[in-house]
Nanobody, 126 residues
């Protein structure tokens, strides 16, 4: 059974930094893309960043330049370093991975085609 376990969230002041981690288990993740989504109160879930099976990163426009995604293939763990945080970054952040190998994360990802972590709260105070 696939498990994605997030850690590293919390409360930070605007301009600060946080590093999220996601530890994966249950299959050979080296063949799978992994990444992050977030959902703010009253808003739809949105894609944040992804890293392919070849460790190539890609970002949503709002994350590019402030967030860095990385991958430790040996330990099936991904990280999201978030710098220059803004109050609008406040959300629950979810780790996700497509159920199919060699497949990029979709902006329209669902429970049908992706596995998800339980989510972790990130709060940025002004």
């Amino acid at each position: 059974q696939v498990q994605l376990v997030e850690s590293g969230g919390g409360l930070v002041q605007a301009g600060g930094s946080l590093r999220l981690s996601c530890a994966a288990s249950g299959r050979t993740f080296s063949m799978f893309a992994m990444g992050w989504f977030r959902q703010a109160p009253g808003k739809e879930r949105e894609f944040v960043a992804g890293v392919s099976w070849l460790t190539v990163p890609y970002y949503a426009d709002f994350a590019r330049g402030r967030f860095t995604i990385s991958r430790d293939t040996d330990n099936d763990t991904i990280y999201l370093q978030m710098n220059s945080l803004k109050p609008e970054d406040t959300a629950i952040y979810y780790c996700a991975a497509p159920k199919d190998p060699y497949t990029f994360l979709k902006a329209s990802a669902s429970n049908f085609d992706h596995d998800w972590g339980q989510g972790i709260q990130v709060t940025v105070s002004s």
